[in-house]
């Protein structure tokens, strides 16, 4: 298969459907409807909500059921960018090449959309569960498991510990404990969503699962070497920038080589998970690889 096609075509699916999940100007602030949008449409490759849709495609489930829970993630994922990117955070005043939603709508209006972002996520799910012919059991859980991705148990933790450790002396332990929380929580929810949606078996959704724990950990090895050696025109916001904040990244702990050398570990790994599945698993593969790819050719 094309994966650029693939990812394509899956994007769009995504963005018209994430069209119908914001409010509409009439009875709300338009300010926040456009810092909303601003974000939510700043361009990117829609991995987690793709993530969803492919999990679901490997157990040859529906794709329909699964889309407002994709759309849901990649609302949270925009949430969790927006209130990344403030001052009191990271402080990045470029994402995706755009001005990040701070920089143009001030940090108020910014907080503020991104709330409005998570909280319109779970609007949007509550609304799939309830409609005609869902079936109610798994939409729920999948909500408790975005919920628990996004918050005190997931990525929320890991934003606290990453905030800690600034400046302090960098271990793998510290690494992975941030990083499975900051970043790999919500892909493997995104997994997982897929998967539980479309009555996955306990084997299939132990595999599938081990995949997005895996990738997850590579996706953010990826992007901690982008951070330290790809070009901004490339990563679409500005490089170094853990290294000026002295983030605990894995470049820091285990240098940039051996970074590259576990990212392709973990990638066999997630890979050998698929098996199971057949063709109907290439396009979970194909995204594992290309995650792995933007690392090594940094």
């Given at each position: 298969m094309?994966?650029?096609?693939?990812?394509?075509?899956?994007?769009?699916?995504?963005?018209?459907?994430?069209?119908?999940?914001?409010?509409?100007?009439?009875?709300?602030s338009?300010?926040?409807?456009?810092?909303?949008?601003?974000?939510l449409?700043?361009?990117?490759?829609?991995?987690?909500?793709?993530?969803?849709?492919?999990?679901?495609?490997?157990l040859?489930?529906?794709?329909?059921?699964?889309?407002?829970?994709?759309?849901?993630?990649?609302?949270?994922h925009?949430?969790?960018?927006?209130?990344?990117?403030?001052?009191?955070?990271?402080?990045?005043?470029?994402r995706?090449?755009?001005?990040t939603?701070h920089i143009?709508?001030?940090?108020?209006?910014?907080?503020?959309?991104g709330d409005?972002?998570?909280?319109?996520a779970?609007?949007v799910?509550?609304e799939?569960a309830?409609?005609?012919?869902?079936?109610?059991?798994r939409?729920?859980?999948?909500i408790?498991?975005?919920?628990?991705?996004?918050?005190?148990?997931?990525?929320?933790?890991?934003?606290?510990?990453?905030?800690?450790?600034?400046?302090?002396?960098?271990?793998?332990?510290?690494?992975?404990?941030?990083?499975?929380?900051?970043?790999?929580?919500?892909?493997?929810?995104?997994?997982?969503?897929?998967?539980?949606?479309?009555?996955?078996?306990?084997?299939?959704?132990?595999?599938?699962?081990?995949?997005?724990?895996?990738?997850g950990?590579?996706?953010?090895?990826?992007?901690?070497?982008?951070?330290a050696e790809?070009?901004?025109?490339?990563?679409?916001?500005?490089?170094?920038?853990d290294?000026?904040?002295?983030?605990?990244?894995?470049?820091?702990?285990?240098?940039?080589?051996?970074?590259?050398?576990?990212?392709?570990?973990?990638?066999?790994?997630?890979?050998?998970?698929?098996?199971?599945?057949?063709?109907?698993?290439?396009p979970?593969?194909?995204?594992?690889?290309?995650?792995?790819?933007?690392?090594?050719?940094?």
């Amino acid at each position: 298969m094309n994966l650029k096609v693939y990812l394509e075509r899956r994007r769009r699916a995504v963005d018209r459907a994430l069209e119908g999940c914001l409010p509409g100007d009439k009875g709300h602030s338009t300010t926040l409807i456009r810092a909303m949008r601003h974000s939510l449409f700043a361009g990117g490759k829609r991995i987690r909500p793709v993530l969803a849709l492919a999990s679901a495609e490997a157990l040859a489930g529906e794709i329909r059921p699964v889309l407002p829970f994709a759309c849901a993630l990649e609302m949270v994922h925009t949430y969790s960018l927006v209130h990344d990117d403030l001052p009191a955070m990271d402080d990045d005043d470029l994402r995706r090449g755009k001005p990040t939603c701070h920089i143009v709508f001030g940090e108020a209006v910014a907080i503020l959309a991104g709330d409005a972002l998570l909280t319109e996520a779970f609007r949007v799910m509550a609304e799939a569960a309830l409609r005609q012919g869902a079936n109610k059991t798994r939409a729920l859980r999948v909500i408790r498991e975005i919920a628990e991705a996004s918050g005190a148990h997931g990525m929320v933790s890991g934003q606290v510990a990453d905030i800690e450790a600034e400046q302090s002396e960098p271990n793998l332990a510290l690494v992975e404990f941030i990083h499975v929380r900051k970043t790999g929580a919500l892909l493997l929810a995104s997994v997982r969503t897929g998967a539980l949606l479309s009555g996955a078996s306990e084997r299939a959704l132990r595999k599938l699962s081990r995949y997005g724990e895996c990738l997850g950990l590579a996706f953010q090895i990826a992007d901690d070497v982008l951070d330290a050696e790809g070009l901004t025109q490339v990563t679409g916001k500005r490089t170094g920038r853990d290294q000026a904040l002295q983030k605990v990244t894995f470049p820091a702990v285990m240098g940039v080589a051996a970074a590259k050398e576990r990212a392709s570990d973990l990638l066999e790994q997630a890979v050998a998970e698929l098996e199971v599945f057949g063709r109907r698993a290439e396009p979970l593969r194909q995204i594992a690889r290309y995650v792995v790819a933007r690392a090594a050719s940094a």
